[in-house]
């Protein structure tokens, strides 16, 4: 999400690819499964642990910075406390998501939640989604275009503090209701970082590069022992005629 989040070069474009696949027309519908059993919006359910469940958080090597926990960080204390326009940024992000979620048929359809970062001009004010902070279903509407696509766009006033927090997990720091009990429900991990990732295109070809998986590989090998098979035995059989004659 550019380099205002300063968790390391690259990682803020993974950060965002992720969070983009994960509300494409595809991933949005499994979402919208899991939500109409657990709502992962509400307000005993963070962000950060929505991340870690979305599978919305970086795993590439940034030498020399601890990109993932740096993300984490700024979603569970920087945006936890953020607020503009007398509303809580967390809320409005919860809120906007809630929209998409909720309007998937109709002429409100949501096909799709792309994400990106700007600058703002005032540096003393706290990171908010653009404009203001939205929470009604009429200013969220305003962030749909015609093609369905709704935009959450990060307004960050400077770049962040360079700290770090410990990474999710699924033992620990889970989220709870107001009595303390877990209100998670499997599946935990709704999606992993590595399921989000775009497949890998042929450079010549530019289609979907198929993966070499075990079996693949083992059912080549076992048609080439065929054709070895099949030539030892015309072979034998062309000596066997030459003999004959």
Request: proline fraction near 6%; charge should be positive; hydrophobic fraction near 35%.
């Amino acid at each position: 999400m550019g380099s205002l989040i300063p968790i390391g070069g690259g990682a803020d474009a993974e950060i965002q690819n992720l969070l983009n696949t994960a509300f494409n027309p595809t991933n949005i519908k499994i979402v919208r499964t899991k939500v109409a059993n657990e709502n992962l919006l509400d307000d005993n359910h963070h962000l950060h642990r929505i991340a870690y469940r979305l599978g919305t958080y970086p795993i590439g090597n940034y030498t020399g910075d601890d990109a993932k926990g740096k993300w984490f960080y700024f979603l569970k204390h920087i945006l936890k406390s953020a607020e503009f326009n007398g509303v809580l940024t967390a809320k409005s992000i919860k809120m906007t998501l809630a929209y998409a979620l909720r309007n998937s048929s109709g002429t409100t359809k949501v096909v799709r939640v792309v994400f990106r970062a700007i600058q703002g001009t005032d540096a003393t004010a706290d990171h908010f989604v653009a404009p203001g902070n939205p929470t009604s279903d009429s200013d969220i509407a305003s962030l749909v275009d015609t093609t369905g696509t709704l935009s959450v766009v990060l307004v960050c006033p400077n770049p962040l503090p360079n700290q770090s927090t410990p990474v999710p997990n699924q033992q620990a720091d889970l989220d709870v209701d107001s009595h303390g009990n877990i209100i998670e429900k499997p599946p935990i991990k709704i999606f992993t970082p590595q399921g989000l990732v775009p497949p890998s295109l042929s450079r010549t070809t530019r289609k979907v590069r198929r993966s070499k998986t075990k079996k693949t590989r083992a059912a080549k090998k076992a048609m080439a022992k065929t054709r070895k098979k099949t030539k030892a035995k015309k072979t034998k059989k062309g000596t066997k005629a030459k003999k004959g004659k």
